[in-house]
């Protein structure tokens, strides 16, 4: 699928990039690093998607050792001994690992994410609607917590005897998601609207950022999510402001707020594409909305973050 300029990388894309999988089925793809490996599914992925790209599906980076090299909007950054966690719809850049790099990478896709979480994936969906990425410290812990969980699954993969080993390498990762979804909305809580618990309003609530962390940021209106979710426009900002003492409206401005800093400052797209991509025809809309939410025009915004 394709956004403007933006191209997306696809779950099923992946599995023919080259790379070699430690562990792939329908749902779950893991791979360690590999120097031939990654150069080949690098090269690859430049030429079929170009410098910037998003992808279908979340993807979980474990730093034991070295460094990967990335940019977060628009900033290099050097990544060690850390856990990266980004959802879907994140604009990704072709990423460079040091030689002695360690690191074990998970590709899931939504609908596994939200099957790992169960009852918990709106604390996902929070955090991947408010910052799309988050870096954890591979705390001495952490990396102890890990390093048994891969341990637990590498001895399954190796098996492969029994048709009941898909579903515990599921059950496995299951605990790893858990535990990094906690840490991950910890990390951010405090930039996270406080909730209030509440049966099937929360439900409602979960729903409307499974959505929102699920679909490219648009602009669209309320009234596009709650004819998605099937009630009025008015119940779903009540049932939001209940929940979580912001509006509809409010959830939906850190999403878009969010793509707009993505695509200002780490895209080579051009001021009227950027518009376009998340949903405004008019230059001048555009332009006025970003001088309302940044304090300034859109290129000054992306100058502003092209210098930090």
Avoid at 51 to 80: Q, R
Wanted: glycine share 4%; hydrophobic share 35%; charged share 25%.
């Amino acid at each position: 699928m394709k956004y403007g300029e933006i191209q997306e990388l696809t779950f099923q894309e992946v599995k023919h990039l080259g790379l070699k999988f430690v562990y792939a089925d329908d749902d779950i793809l893991c791979t360690d690093y590999d120097y031939r490996s990654i150069t080949r599914a690098s090269d690859k992925l430049h030429r079929m998607k170009g410098n910037i790209f998003s992808t279908d599906f979340a993807v979980i980076h474990v730093v034991f050792k070295g460094t990967i090299s990335d940019e977060n909007e628009g900033t290099p950054t050097d990544l060690t001994n850390a856990v990266v966690i980004t959802g879907p719809h994140y604009l990704h850049s072709v990423q460079k690992f040091s030689p002695d790099c360690d690191c074990r990478t998970w590709a899931i896709s939504n609908r596994k994410i939200h099957e790992l979480l169960g009852q918990y994936a709106s604390l996902w969906s929070q955090v991947i609607v408010v910052k799309k990425r988050a870096v954890i410290e591979l705390t001495p812990e952490l990396r102890n917590h890990i390093k048994a969980i891969d341990e637990a699954i590498n001895t399954r993969i190796k098996r492969a005897s029994s048709t009941f080993d898909s579903l515990i390498v599921s059950t496995l990762l299951k605990a790893l998601v858990l535990g990094l979804c906690v840490l991950m909305h910890d990390s951010a809580e405090d930039e996270m609207p406080k909730q209030v618990y509440g049966e099937q309003r929360q439900w409602l609530m979960q729903q409307f950022l499974n959505l929102l962390a699920e679909e490219p940021a648009k602009r669209h209106p309320v009234g596009y999510y709650a004819k998605k979710l099937g009630v009025t426009p008015k119940y779903l900002s009540t049932v939001c402001k209940e929940q979580s003492h912001q509006t509809a409206g409010k959830w939906l401005k850190y999403y878009i707020n969010q793509q707009i800093h993505q695509l200002l400052s780490k895209s080579g797209l051009s001021i009227h594409e950027a518009a376009l991509e998340v949903g405004f025809e008019n230059d001048s809309f555009f332009s006025s909305y970003v001088r309302r939410n940044f304090g300034c025009t859109p290129s000054e915004l992306r100058s502003k973050e092209n210098k930090l």
